[in-house]
């Protein structure tokens, strides 16, 4: 498992350093192998012990991600974005168990302009960091200008949106934005977007706190190393209390250790990354073991990336035919166990405005209509079509993937299409993706904030382009080189669109052309789990993907 968290991670840090990225986060959810049995008795790898101070009303918590900085203006990962949502505050969050945005340390939403450029946003004045500084918006506003001056990984998040943030009060901060943009509320609840000490932290590029974090949330950091992590309960936090004195947190080196240690009852909650047999055997046994299995929706999703530089992938028909060729309810059962769900737009199935368009133009492996299309397209067995089809060798889950594919394609057509597996280190890979060397890639995307931009406006916006290819911009980074100024068009449009229904409307034109173009093509959801033991109290993953720690409580 390390190894294929190691290569989402590696692969991550590369797409960072773009200066067109929009968020990539490469995780490995499903683990290295669905083709191990798992069992304790079967396993030759020696449990953990429990961590240590797990004593009444501290909460034990089990996890296989890692967490490279807690420093809001740097870290992009996973676990820390998970960690600082929880010793942080936003301005912006979303009510539990909803996808409802609501003020957290502003007191109300913005008082937006009429040309959509300047958000006034007054913040609460009864909020102390955890040091003892007072929050005012002189705070907010050296938090926001760190992160984007600092140079850190997520910086862009806000660096190509906001012009300026100022306190124009003690207690009320103006954003002026560079251009219009009607998710920026969402984007204001990102994890990082979190006020800290000025008494603590600099602004300056290339400083900043891996190991510490002094900001206004539920938890204060007792301790950070590289295998576990201690959060104290914020006695003087200035919202409700959490419901526990605080998380210890251990940092498995695998997932068979976190699932031992787990199933003996070493563990209180046991979250990411097991393996998808752990994952069968413990909801299986869960009336009998003692335990709690909590499944959740994730909003990452996974797709396949048709380059339109190599032929046959520039023609149109083809792509339409790869498309029918896909068969996801096959892959969701033999890959994934069910532990995932068929994904028919690259808007995960979370929003409302997702819409199935992909089932409904190319259904699953409709070789039928797939064989029509390519016969349109002037293919036949006197002249069969080649796809290549690459993955990152690290990568097992996507391996599985492109060999059932291949299988599953070439049964469904036989004699007409052949289908060639390719891998590549995924350093290699990902380096060489935006120069358009693979014809057709397996990818993922893991959104910074909750809002339907962040799986449009990286996949079919081009900076620049000519000839129908992109030559600079998002979709010639993700490998496929759509260029279209109408889709140009239509996502600067839903970018700066304030009202909701109008918005949804170019949005669902926007995923009609995704499906008339196919760019990509929707692959599968993925799904989350956790873990608790009986008498653990308030475990759940939230619709935007966050792990609330100041509900879990025993019972």
């Not at 496929?480 to 909701?500: G, H, I, R, T, W």
Request: proline share 7%.
């Amino acid at each position: 498992m390390n190894s294929l968290v190691s290569w989402f991670e590696t692969q991550k840090r590369f797409w960072m350093r773009r200066p067109w990225r929009r968020g990539l986060q490469f995780v490995g959810l499903f683990g290295l192998c669905v083709a191990i049995a798992i069992g304790c008795a079967g396993n030759n790898q020696p449990a953990a012990e429990a961590p240590a101070d797990a004593g009444n009303g501290r909460i034990t918590m089990g996890t296989t991600l890692t967490a490279r900085t807690l420093d809001p203006a740097d870290a992009y990962e996973t676990f820390p974005g998970i960690l600082l949502y929880n010793l942080g505050d936003r301005l912006y969050t979303y009510e539990p168990g909803t996808t409802k945005l609501v003020p957290q340390l502003a007191t109300e939403l913005p008082t937006v302009s009429a040309d959509g450029l300047t958000y006034t946003i007054p913040l609460r004045d009864d909020v102390t960091l955890h040091d003892g500084t007072p929050f005012t918006a002189d705070v907010m506003a050296f938090s926001i200008q760190r992160f984007m001056e600092n140079g850190g990984r997520p910086a862009y998040l806000l660096s190509d949106k906001i012009a300026s943030a100022k306190a124009t009060g003690e207690h009320e901060l103006t954003l002026t934005l560079k251009a219009p943009f009607a998710a920026f509320p969402a984007l204001l609840s990102f994890s990082g977007v979190t006020p800290v000490s000025p008494e603590s932290y600099e602004i300056g590029a290339g400083s900043f706190k891996p190991d510490g974090f002094v900001g206004t949330g539920p938890y204060k950091l007792a301790s950070f190393t590289s295998d576990s992590i201690k959060l104290d309960a914020n006695e003087n936090y200035w919202g409700d209390a959490p419901a526990n004195q605080g998380i210890d947190i251990q940092i498995f080196t695998s997932p068979a250790n976190l699932y031992n240690t787990f199933k003996t009852g070493g563990l209180d909650v046991a979250y990411q990354t097991l393996d998808p047999e752990q994952i069968t055997s413990l909801e299986k046994d869960a009336g009998s073991g003692g335990w709690q299995a909590i499944e959740a929706g994730t909003n990452v999703i996974n797709y396949m990336s048709l380059n339109q530089k190599i032929p046959p992938l520039d023609e149109v028909k083809v792509r339409q035919a790869i498309a029918a060729m896909v068969d996801r309810p096959l892959l969701n059962d033999r890959v994934f166990q069910g532990q995932a769900e068929p994904l028919y737009s690259l808007i995960p199935a979370s929003f409302d405005i997702s819409k199935p368009v992909f089932k409904d133009a190319y259904g699953d492996g409709d070789f039928a209509k797939a064989k029509a299309l390519l016969t349109e397209a002037g293919y036949s067995e006197a002249k069969p079509l080649t796809l290549e089809i690459w993955y990152p060798s690290a990568s097992t889950t996507r391996s599985i993937v492109a060999n059932t594919l291949k299988e599953s394609i070439e049964a469904g057509l036989p004699g007409l299409v052949t289908v060639n597996v390719q891998n590549t280190e995924g350093a290699t890979l990902w380096e060489n993706v935006g120069k358009g060397i693979y014809p057709i890639i397996l990818s993922n995307w893991y959104p910074d904030y909750y809002d339907p931009d962040t799986f449009i406006q990286p996949f079919l916006s081009c900076e620049k382009g000519s000839n129908n290819l992109c030559e600079e911009g998002p979709s010639q980074a993700n490998g496929s080189f759509y260029y279209s100024p109408k889709a140009n068009d239509l996502v600067a449009k839903q970018q700066a669109e304030q009202d909701p229904a109008t918005r949804q409307q170019l949005i669902a034109d926007l995923q009609q052309m995704m499906v008339d173009d196919v760019p990509y093509i929707p692959l599968w959801q993925n799904k989350d789990y956790v873990f608790a033991q009986e008498g653990i109290e308030g475990v759940s993953i939230e619709p935007t993907q966050q792990f609330l720690l100041w509900q879990i409580k025993r019972g």
